[in-house]
């Protein structure tokens, strides 16, 4: 039963050494900052040609549903339970400890291989830029060793960058994080603009080539393109009044997102035939198809841009869910401790950054994607169980946002989360199986024994 241990809910509310600074629009743009990025700018594009074909509209929508199930368990959970740990801090106080460290465990998986991912495709449309300048990087240097380079620099030059950033402060990070999501959100629009000027009907049939099979496949892999607005809820102890602007932040961010999907996967495949959409712009790429130069030149910088700050959110996601585990002693001591002068945990910010940075410099990265959204769904499907675990453990609980539809939504959010695992591939559930079982000898040989709720016990005794 030790390992149900759960976590009293007066440790969530023990004074922070993080600094509030966040109001609610800083939530909303932190969560559409982590939410838009290479999901929307290369996947969509990907499950088309080889998922969906124009039913990816249909992908998006069903994986938007799953998400917007989750994101009302989040914001119940983020805005009675709080805690910088977000799903991890909520099983803990829930499910007990070895749920906990599972999600966060998840959690850790989901945010480093996220940020290293996009890092990678990052490096992948600057070198486009300098190509069309007609400058040509070293291969070497642009390259992984799988690929026959020695590192992929550009990938580690901006995981270094946004680093130094992160360390710099929350309140500094936010601010960047506001007009980069703005330069972003013109692009979208300029898109939208544009695309709806040269639609061919005609490129919407056959819609769904590949039938249900291939909608729900899709449906898994566009799910990345909705991760991110879970982070807003690690910004807990960084929120100025985390009880009513959580929830506005991981709702309103899901919103706008979800709408502009829709919109841009049913008009990317209205002016580009789906079979020609797997490239690694599909969305400049299909501008440049129909003539317009200066709006995909546009749409280059606005995911340049995109691509930047889903790193700096993913990566703070990152640095809160471990600084939560390590105060609770699950991970070492190391990593909780907060400077002074700047008021974030810098240990974790540089280990991560190293890890990260290494990851992304190294690795081959196809698969990934996966891997991360296998993560997430996991966390996703227990933060909704988490919802009805609380409301019959703790009902006297002050909740200031109240999941709809009780006991429906997060049952159907489980269940959906679910049957999008199922949608992933074999080799993504055996590397996800992997990472657990390294998990699970972690725990037992190091966090079990040093848990606070563990030593305090002994304490007690
Ligand atoms: N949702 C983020 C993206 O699409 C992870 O890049």
């Given at each position: 039963?030790?390992?149900?241990?759960?976590?009293?809910?007066?440790?969530?509310?023990?004074?922070?050494?993080?600094?509030?600074?966040?109001?609610?629009?800083?939530?909303?743009?932190?969560?559409?900052?982590?939410?838009?990025?290479?999901?929307?700018?290369?996947?969509?594009?990907?499950?088309?040609?080889?998922?969906a074909g124009p039913a990816v509209v249909i992908s998006y929508l069903l994986s938007g549903i799953a998400c917007a199930f989750s994101a009302f368990s989040y914001a119940e959970l983020?805005?009675s339970i709080g805690g910088s740990g977000s799903a991890y801090g909520y099983s803990y106080a829930g499910m007990g400890e070895i749920f906990a460290w599972f999600i966060g465990w998840?959690?850790?998986?989901?945010?480093?291989?996220?940020?290293?991912?996009?890092?990678?495709?990052?490096?992948?449309?600057?070198?486009?830029?300098?190509?069309?300048?007609?400058?040509?990087?070293?291969?070497?240097?642009?390259?992984?060793?799988?690929?026959?380079?020695?590192?992929?620099?550009?990938?580690?030059?901006?995981?270094?960058?946004?680093?130094?950033?992160?360390?710099?402060?929350?309140?500094?990070?936010?601010?960047?994080?506001?007009?980069?999501?703005?330069?972003?959100?013109?692009?979208?629009?300029?898109?939208?603009?544009?695309?709806?000027?040269?639609?061919?009907?005609?490129?919407?049939?056959?819609?769904?080539?590949?039938?249900?099979?291939?909608?729900?496949?899709?449906?898994?892999?566009?799910?990345?393109?909705?991760?991110?607005?879970?982070?807003?809820?690690?910004?807990?102890?960084?929120?100025?009044?985390?009880?009513?602007?959580?929830?506005?932040?991981?709702?309103?961010?899901?919103?706008?997102?979800?709408?502009?999907?829709?919109?841009?996967?049913?008009?990317?495949?209205?002016?580009?035939?789906?079979?020609?959409?797997?490239?690694?712009?599909?969305?400049?790429?299909?501008?440049?198809?129909?003539?317009?130069?200066?709006?995909?030149?546009?749409?280059?910088?606005g995911a340049i841009a995109g691509l930047t700050t889903v790193m700096l959110v993913m990566f703070y996601g990152l640095t809160r869910v471990f600084f939560a585990m390590s105060r609770?002693?699950?991970?070492?001591?190391?990593?909780?401790?907060?400077?002074?002068?700047?008021?974030?945990?810098?240990?974790?910010?540089?280990?991560?950054?190293?890890?990260?940075?290494?990851?992304?410099?190294?690795?081959?990265?196809?698969?990934?994607?996966?891997?991360?959204?296998?993560?997430?769904?996991?966390?996703?499907?227990?933060?909704?169980?988490?919802?009805?675990?609380?409301?019959?453990?703790?009902?006297?609980?002050?909740?200031?946002?109240?999941?709809?539809?009780?006991?429906?939504?997060?049952?159907?959010?489980?269940?959906?989360?679910?049957?999008?695992?199922?949608?992933?591939?074999?080799?993504?559930?055996?590397?996800?199986?992997?990472?657990?079982?390294?998990?699970?000898?972690?725990?037992?040989?190091?966090?079990?024994?040093?848990?606070?709720?563990?030593?305090?016990?002994?304490?007690?005794?």
């Open positions: 039963m030790q390992l149900l241990r759960t976590k009293p809910l007066e440790h969530f509310r023990e004074a922070s050494a993080l600094k509030r600074c966040l109001h609610a629009t800083d939530l909303i743009l932190l969560g559409v900052g982590a939410i838009i990025g290479a999901g929307v700018f290369v996947l969509t594009g990907v499950a088309a040609a080889t998922k983020s805005s998840s959690l850790i998986l989901e945010y480093s291989i996220a940020t290293a991912t996009v890092a990678i495709g990052w490096s992948g449309y600057i070198n486009n830029i300098f190509l069309s300048l007609g400058v040509h990087l070293p291969q070497s240097f642009i390259t992984n060793p799988s690929q026959g380079g020695y590192i992929n620099l550009p990938a580690v030059l901006i995981i270094t960058a946004i680093t130094t950033l992160l360390c710099i402060g929350v309140r500094e990070s936010a601010k960047i994080n506001n007009i980069v999501v703005f330069i972003k959100l013109i692009a979208i629009l300029v898109f939208i603009a544009v695309a709806s000027m040269h639609i061919h009907p005609n490129y919407w049939l056959p819609f769904a080539p590949f039938g249900w099979t291939g909608i729900a496949h899709g449906a898994a892999i566009v799910f990345f393109a909705y991760i991110g607005f879970d982070a807003v809820s690690t910004a807990a102890e960084e929120a100025i009044n985390p009880q009513r602007d959580l929830p506005i932040g991981i709702i309103g961010s899901l919103l706008i997102c979800t709408t502009l999907y829709i919109i841009v996967a049913g008009l990317l495949t209205g002016i580009a035939h789906y079979e020609t959409l797997d490239t690694a712009s599909p969305v400049s790429d299909a501008l440049l198809g129909v003539g317009s130069h200066f709006a995909a030149a546009i749409v280059s910088a609770d002693r699950l991970l070492p001591p190391i990593f909780s401790t907060i400077n002074p002068k700047t008021h974030t945990p810098m240990t974790i910010i540089i280990v991560g950054g190293i890890v990260i940075a290494l990851v992304s410099g190294l690795m081959p990265m196809h698969a990934v994607a996966e891997l991360v959204n296998i993560g997430t769904l996991c966390a996703f499907s227990m933060v909704s169980l988490g919802v009805i675990v609380l409301r019959r453990k703790h009902p006297e609980l002050t909740r200031s946002y109240k999941v709809p539809f009780y006991p429906y939504t997060p049952i159907l959010g489980a269940g959906l989360c679910f049957y999008l695992m199922l949608n992933l591939s074999f080799g993504t559930w055996w590397r996800f199986l992997t990472w657990m079982t390294l998990g699970l000898i972690i725990y037992f040989s190091y966090s079990y024994s040093h848990s606070r709720l563990h030593v305090e016990k002994i304490e007690r005794k």
